[in-house]
């Protein structure tokens, strides 16, 4: 399975940082064998604005090699007076593949509900987007002994019926890990992927094509041990996705 190795940018970078970071990205991963390519789908999800720059950039590359770009949010309304919010169809249409959902950090600061989620996942599905559904339990509740129920949860309530394997990745970010430097241990890892996939198995269709990747203070010393676990099919990463070398390190510890 194609391993997907996504930088989440969050609201980082102006426009000249986004472009310069993109650029820096495709110089260090152009040469890479055609095996590396097969074997990794690059993600960068930029802030709305530098979407369209960034987009620019990389369609001057040839395609098999440019990254993929994508959304950190989207609307669950088609369109109208929605002040501030950017429809599915609008990331589609500017050469967006992939929007990120339900981070926690959206959960948290936006209050999204796992309905929220679940009906941003179908628009984006509708738009022809995969939907990244982020999915993470608490320090409370993991020391509480109740992550599995809460990832449960939040997979039963996140996901809307027109999700499957090949439209929607799962992504596994412990929100105690995310931008704290401390990882989740590969024992922890390996049995909370296996938990989601095990989960979903009956659920959705095409499981064999779904993506699980793994979130939170993933970096170049981590990355080898992290993606080689089974069921752990690619990262979502945020501060060490915001410098080319880290970022294609991690890419090139994943192939
Ligand atoms: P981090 O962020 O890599 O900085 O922990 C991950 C994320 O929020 O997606």
Request: with cysteine.
């Given at each position: 399975?194609?391993?997907?190795?996504?930088?989440?940018?969050?609201?980082?970078?102006?426009?000249?940082?986004?472009?310069?970071?993109?650029?820096?990205?495709?110089?260090?991963?152009?040469?890479?064998?055609?095996?590396?390519?097969?074997?990794?789908?690059?993600?960068?999800?930029?802030?709305?604005?530098?979407?369209?720059?960034?987009?620019?950039?990389?369609?001057?590359?040839?395609?098999?090699?440019?990254?993929?770009?994508?959304?950190?949010?989207?609307?669950?309304?088609?369109?109208?007076?929605?002040?501030?919010?950017?429809?599915?169809?609008?990331?589609?249409?500017?050469?967006?593949?992939?929007?990120?959902?339900?981070?926690?950090?959206r959960r948290t600061y936006h209050s999204e509900?796992?309905?929220?989620?679940?009906?941003?996942?179908?628009?984006?599905?509708?738009?022809?987007?995969?939907?990244?559904?982020?999915?993470?339990?608490?320090?409370?509740?993991?020391?509480?002994?109740?992550?599995?129920?809460?990832?449960?949860?939040?997979?039963?309530?996140?996901?809307?019926?027109?999700?499957?394997?090949?439209?929607?990745?799962?992504a596994y970010e412990p929100v105690w890990a995310?931008?704290?430097?401390?990882?989740?241990?590969?024992?922890?890892?390996k049995e909370m992927h296996s938990f989601i996939?095990?989960?979903?198995?009956?659920?959705?269709?095409?499981?064999?094509?779904?993506?699980?990747?793994?979130?939170?203070?993933?970096?170049?010393?981590?990355?080898?041990?992290?993606?080689?676990?089974?069921?752990?099919?690619?990262?979502?990463?945020?501060?060490?996705?915001?410098?080319?070398?880290?970022?294609?390190?991690?890419?090139?510890?994943?192939?």
């Open positions: 399975m194609k391993k997907l190795i996504a930088g989440n940018w969050k609201m980082n970078k102006c426009l000249d940082t986004s472009v310069t970071l993109v650029n820096a990205i495709t110089q260090a991963t152009q040469d890479e064998p055609v095996d590396f390519f097969d074997s990794v789908e690059l993600l960068v999800c930029p802030t709305f604005v530098h979407l369209m720059p960034v987009h620019n950039m990389i369609s001057r590359l040839s395609q098999d090699k440019a990254p993929k770009i994508g959304g950190q949010d989207c609307s669950y309304n088609d369109h109208g007076a929605y002040t501030g919010d950017i429809a599915a169809t609008m990331l589609s249409d500017i050469g967006c593949e992939y929007v990120i959902l339900g981070h926690s950090e509900s796992n309905e929220d989620v679940a009906k941003k996942a179908a628009k984006a599905h509708e738009a022809g987007l995969s939907a990244i559904v982020c999915v993470g339990e608490t320090d409370e509740e993991r020391s509480a002994g109740a992550a599995f129920d809460v990832i449960q949860k939040q997979l039963e309530g996140s996901l809307p019926d027109s999700a499957n394997g090949k439209n929607t990745v799962i995310i931008g704290t430097g401390k990882t989740a241990s590969a024992d922890d890892v996939h095990e989960f979903l198995s009956k659920q959705l269709e095409l499981v064999d094509s779904l993506r699980i990747i793994y979130g939170g203070s993933v970096n170049e010393t981590n990355a080898r041990e992290l993606m080689s676990l089974e069921h752990v099919s690619g990262a979502l990463i945020g501060g060490a996705s915001l410098k080319a070398d880290s970022f294609v390190s991690i890419a090139k510890q994943s192939f």
